[in-house]
């Protein structure tokens, strides 16, 4: 595992000078260095041929039950700390450290929890039905004898979560305390400023309106930097990918409609349901249509446009990397290793683009749409 | 195999949609430079959105 | 979609659902608030400080288009000041020219008749005495001659062919 892990950690290393965030590195690395954790259970092994580095990235794109730094192959030591697994058995709670599984993600080893027997297939915690004592595979590689638990687990990304809030709490606090002093704000509250004011006078006031804007305010700031932030936090090499979960995206995208719903004028639902100059009988169907757009296809298209690019981002970035692996024999170890190199390079500086764009776009388009809800139309 | 055909699909007509896009917000930017802020943030929002449909149907095909 | 609705966790979701919330309403009340309060604050402070220095800038506009009018009628009245004193002074000037050309004149005529009578006077004086000369002289001559005979008889004779010659 550990080449490839390597040197991932070589080419993010290189990306990190570019992040402009770079307390939060700093933050993460002293958390980092205190946390280690060696466990020698598990054997290390190199990730070199295609299905291995295949299986590899789509083991990163999931979300993961520990904090995975790399893994020594001469000593088969993981650098890793472990995170919490809280999960709802048929049995009740259960919480225990995600070091009991040892890193293992196949299903061998069997954790038993005061009459529960849980294991992890592919990040997913099964529970074990009653009486069994080891996972079945069918064919296609599905457990037969086991099902999935409700895992409330604290995760990598729900700690990329607390993380990213706890960012935003600090940094966002002290430009709060910096104005009691006067009216220019001191420190990072300079550079998180100018951020806030860009959010209100180019997303919320052009499309909210001048009148309605205030009261969207906190939801709209809160989402862009939080997605800013994991966004940026997925580009360091600490491995989040937050913002690629289809959980988080489908949740910030609801959370958007919610709003909009609860907050939509009188004649925006006269509009939705029941629009007017349109011949009768075309009013139902229309009605249907307007409706299921807003329910269901907006929120849609916010949360798999933001899912979908970052992990096809992250994807790229991983595969770029790999191709030092893949391409080492057809052009030799230097060549390839300077290719995924520039490449990964190019593409990552990309990334810090999109993850921009991405919050921008997320916090347009939630705004775009309050705004159709919230505008009330000229009677004529 | 269908679905890789569909996928591909799905590529080609959004890269077209993008293609127009940006070709006409930079000759509208060129014919009207003081008005490229404007242009360029109308230019993301429906970029987005067709983005939003490429992404839904590659992932609904998928 | 089937292997999206796989990877698809609940918990993941509630947990993002209650850490968002969460985190909306600490924002919300530990930074939006305060921050967006502070810009509305100040952005209202310099819009205020702006329009007040418009005013200001205004009301030192009229003050000096005031300034401007009264130096404008002081400048005016000052002409008009130094031209009547010009006028005057030109005025008096050509009087008095008049006056001294009148008197030159006058004291000239007066010079001349003057002159004149005493040229006449001088002239009556001097025929007075040409003649009385001229009687001596006439009274000399005719004494010579008459005390001689001949000379006598030729002067009455030369006289009279000169008055008979005339």
Known sequence: MLLFRKEIMIAKQSIKFLVVLFTLTTTLTAFANGGDHENQHT??????????????????????????????????????????????????????????FHHDDAGHVIVEKDGVKLTKIHSKIHELEAGAHQVKFDEYHHAVNAHRVLDFSITKSVFGMLLAGLLMLLGFGALARSYK?????????????????????????????????????????????????????GLTPLGFNVTGQIAVTAC?????????????????????????GVPYLLRIPLAIIELVG????????????LFANMTAGHFVVMSLIALMITMKEAFGPVTSTGMS????????????????????????????????????HDHH | MYNLIGAGLIVIGGGIGLGQIGGKAMESIARQPEAAGKIQTAMIIIGALLEGLAFGALILGK | MDQLLNDFSPGLFFMQAIILLILIVLMRKFAWKPILN????????????????????????????????????????????LKEARELKDKMIEDA????????????????????????????????????????????????????????????ETMLDEKSLN
């Open chain 1, 43 to 100: 054997k290390g092994n190199q990730v070199d041929s295609p299905d291995e580095i295949r299986e590899y990235i789509s083991h990163h794109l999931k979300d993961s039950h520990d904090f995975h730094f790399y893994s020594d192959n001469a000593t088969g030591r993981h650098f890793s700390f472990p995170l919490p697994v809280i999960v709802w058995t048929s049995e009740g709670l259960r919480t225990f450290m995600s070091s009991e």
């Open chain 1, 181 to 233: 002093k006067g009216h220019v704000p001191t420190g990072i509250g300079r550079f998180l400023e100018p951020l806030v004011i860009y959010v209100r006078d180019e997303i919320a006031k052009p499309n909210i309106g001048e009148k309605k804007y205030r009261k969207f305010m906190g939801f709209l700031l809160t989402v862009f930097f939080f997605i800013w932030i994991l966004n940026l936090l």
């Open chain 1, 252 to 276: 910030l995208a609801i959370f958007t409609m919610l709003i909009y719903m609860f907050s939509g004028s009188k004649d925006f639902w006269a509009h939705t349901l029941w629009m007017p």
């Open chain 1, 294 to 305: 807003f329910v269901l296809i907006k929120p849609f298209s916010l949360l798999v446009r």
């Open chain 1, 341 to 376: 190199l520039v490449l990964a390079l190019f593409i990552s500086v990309i990334e810090i683009l999109v993850a921009f764009l991405q919050a921008f776009i997320f916090t347009m388009l939630s705004s775009l749409f309050i705004g159709m809800a919230v505008e009330e």
């Open chain 3, 38 to 81: 502070s810009l509305q604050d100040r952005e209202d402070g310099i819009k205020n400080a702006l329009e007040s220095a418009e005013n200001a800038k205004l009301e030192m506009q009229n003050l000096r288009a005031d300034n401007d009018r009264l130096l404008k009628e002081a400048r005016a009245e000052r002409e008009t000041m």
């Open chain 3, 97 to 156: 020219k008049t006056e001294a050309q009148e008197q030159a004149d006058k004291m000239i005529a007066q010079a001349q008749a003057s002159i004149e009578s005493e040229k006449k006077a001088a002239m009556a004086e001097l025929k007075n005495h040409v003649a009385g000369i001229s009687l001596e002289i006439a009274e000399k001559v005719v004494r010579t001659e008459l005390s001689n005979k001949d000379k006598q008889l030729q002067l009455v």
